[in-house]
C-alpha cells in the first residue's frame, strides 16, 4: 500500500501529502525509535548468546568473531566509505596487539588502571602509526595508494622477525591479562568475562563509527571516494579527507588488536603479515562494503566458516575461496546486497510470492552444491589419505571411498540437483519481476 495520501484542493488541482504514521516516514524523519531499534536489539543479543551458546569453546569463537567485526567495520572505512584499497591494513591491528602485551608485561603500571581500559590504549597505538603512514601515503587513492599499503605492510611484517624487543621474533609476545587492576572486583579469569568485555567494546566501536560515519568528515569521504576533483571543486581537500579517514580506521583496528591480545593473550608475526589482511579485504567484500552492516554479516559468515567448517572439513579455505569469488562475480554488493535487494519487495508488499518459488529454486541448487562438495570431499580423501584408510565419513555416513558406487550417487544427486534449478529458473525470475513491481495506484 503507498504512503501517499491524495486530496483535492478548492482550485481543482490535487495536493499529495505523506503518512506521518508510516515507518519509511518517520525514518527519514529520524525517528529515535527506528534509528535506536537496531541497536537495541543487537545489545540484547550480545548478552543473551552466551545464554544460549554455553561452552567455552562457543565463547572463544563468539569473542573472534566480534573482535572480526571491529577489524572488518575499520576497513571499511577506508574501502567502502573512503574509496581506499587496503592490502596492509592488518599491521595497525598487530601494531595495537603487540602494544597491548608490552603494557600486560609492564607488571607495575598495568596493575594501576582496569583490564576494558587496555583496548584504548591499543587504538592510540594504532592510531599512532596511522598518523605517520597516513602523511605520506593518503596523497593519492587508487592503485597508488594499495602499492604504499602493500609495502608498508611487508616491512613492518619483515620487522616483525627483526625488532625482537617489540614483536618478539618468530615466537611472539604472551602475556597475562589478570594482572590487571580488579575491574570491581573481577579479575577476567573466565571466558564469559571476557565475552562481555569484548561485547562492550564491540557495540561502543560499531556505534562510534556509524556516528563517524554521519559527520562532515564521513560524508566528505564518501564524495571523495566518488569524485575527487569535484570535492575539490568545492572546497574540500580529498587529500586531508582521507587522512583523517586513515586515522580513525587505524584507531579502531588498533581496538580490535588489543581485544585479540586480551582473548588469545599472545601475538605472533600472522597478526600483521599480508595473509591476515588478504583475510580482512576477503571479510569485508563478502559481506558487502556498500553498506555500513555489511562487513559485520562478512565477519560472522567468515567466522564460523574458519571455525566451525574447519572442525569438518580440512578444505575449509578452498570453500571460503570459493564462496569469495562466487560473491564476487555474482553478487558485488556482497551478502549485505543480497538482502538489501529484496526491500523493494517488501515495499511492494509482494515479498511472499517470492517464498515459493525460491524453495522450489535454491533447496535444489543446495543440494547439487553439497552433492559436488562430496565430490570434492571424496577426491581429497582417495588423494591424501593414509595407504589402506579406505572408509571416510560424509555428512554422517560411512563409506568405502575407493568403491564405485559413492561416485555414482554424487554425481547423479548433482546433475538432477541443478536440472531441476534450471528448470524453476524462469519461474523465479518471473516472481521476482512481479514482486519487484508497484502495485497500481501506489508510488
Known amino acids: 500500500m503507498s504512503d501517499l495520501k491524495h486530496t483535492d484542493i478548492e482550485d481543482g488541482t490535487e495536493q499529495i501529502t505523506t503518512d506521518p504514521t508510516d515507518a519509511r516516514e518517520k525514518m527519514r524523519a529520524g525517528s529515535m525509535t527506528y534509528t535506536l531499534m537496531p541497536w537495541i ?250 553498506f555500513f552492516f555489511g562487513p559485520i554479516i562478512g565477519a560472522v559468515v567468515f567466522t564460523l566458516v574458519q571455525t566451525v567448517l574447519s572442525l569438518q572439513t580440512e578444505l575449509w579455505a578452498f570453500y571460503a575461496g570459493v564462496l569469495f569469488l562466487a560473491t564476487v562475480m555474482f553478487f558485488p554488493g556482497g551478502l549485505a546486497g543480497l538482502i538489501m535487494m529484496h526491500v523493494p519487495a517488501f515495499k511492494t508488499g509482494r515479498a511472499g510470492t517470492l517464498v515459493m518459488p525460491y524453495i522450489k529454486t535454491l533447496l535444489p541448487a543446495a543440494v547439487g552444491v553439497l552433492a559436488v562438495s562430496a565430490l570434492v570431499e571424496m577426491t581429497f580423501h582417495v588423494r591424501h589419505a593414509a595407504t589402506g584408510d579406505y572408509d571416510m565419513t560424509l555428512f554422517w555416513t560411512t563409506f568405502n571411498s575407493h568403491s564405485l558406487l559413492p561416485w555414482i550417487i554424487a554425481i547423479a544427486v548433482a546433475v538432477l540437483a541443478f536440472w531441476i534449478t534450471r528448470r524453476n529458473m524462469p519461474e523465479l525470475r518471473a516472481a521476482w519481476a512481479t514482486a519487484n513491481t508497484a502495485r497500481e495506484g501506489t508510488v
Open 41 to 290: 536489539v543487537g545489545a540484547v543479543l550480545l548478552v543473551i548468546m552466551p545464554f544460549i551458546f554455553t561452552s567455552n569453546s562457543a565463547l572463544t569463537i563468539m569473542n573472534q568473531m566480534w573482535i572480526t567485526v571491529v577489524f572488518a567495520l575499520s576497513y571499511n572505512m577506508l574501502l567502502g566509505q573512503g574509496g581506499m584499497l587496503s592490502f596492509g591494513h592488518a599491521v595497525y591491528a598487530g601494531v595495537g596487539g603487540f602494544a597491548a602485551m608490552h603494557i600486560m608485561n609492564a607488571s607495575d603500571f598495568f596493575a594501576s588502571f582496569p583490564l576494558p581500559v587496555l583496548p584504548l590504549f591499543a587504538g592510540l597505538f594504532g592510531m599512532g602509526l596511522a598518523l605517520i603512514v597516513g602523511s605520506f601515503s593518503t596523497r593519492n587513492a587508487g592503485t597508488v595508494f594499495a602499492m604504499i599499503s602493500l609495502g608498508v605492510g611487508e616491512l613492518i611484517a619483515a620487522c616483525s622477525v627483526i625488532i625482537v624487543a617489540f614483536f618478539g621474533g618468530e615466537e611472539g609476545i604472551s602475556g597475562d591479562r589478570t594482572y590487571a587492576m580488579p575491574f570491581f572486583g573481577n579479575e577476567f579469569l573466565q571466558q564469559i568475562d571476557v565475552y562481555y568485555l569484548t561485547s562492550f567494546w564491540v557495540l561502543l566501536s560499531a556505534v562510534l563509527m556509524y556516528l563517524w560515519s554521519r559527520t562532515p568528515v564521513g560524508r566528505m569521504a564518501n564524495a571523495v571516494r566518488d569524485n575527487p576533483e569535484r570535492a575539490e571543486f568545492l572546497g574540500y581537500s580529498a587529500r586531508w579527507v582521507r587522512f583523517y579517514s586513515f586515522v580513525a580506521s587505524g584507531f579502531f583496528a588498533g581496538i580490535a588488536g588489543g581485544l585479540f591480545a586480551i582473548n588469545y593473550e599472545i601475538l605472533t608475526e600472522e597478526n600483521l603479515n599480508t595473509a591476515s589482511s588478504g583475510v580482512i579485504l576477503l571479510v569485508t567484500f563478502l559481506g558487502g562494503v556498500g
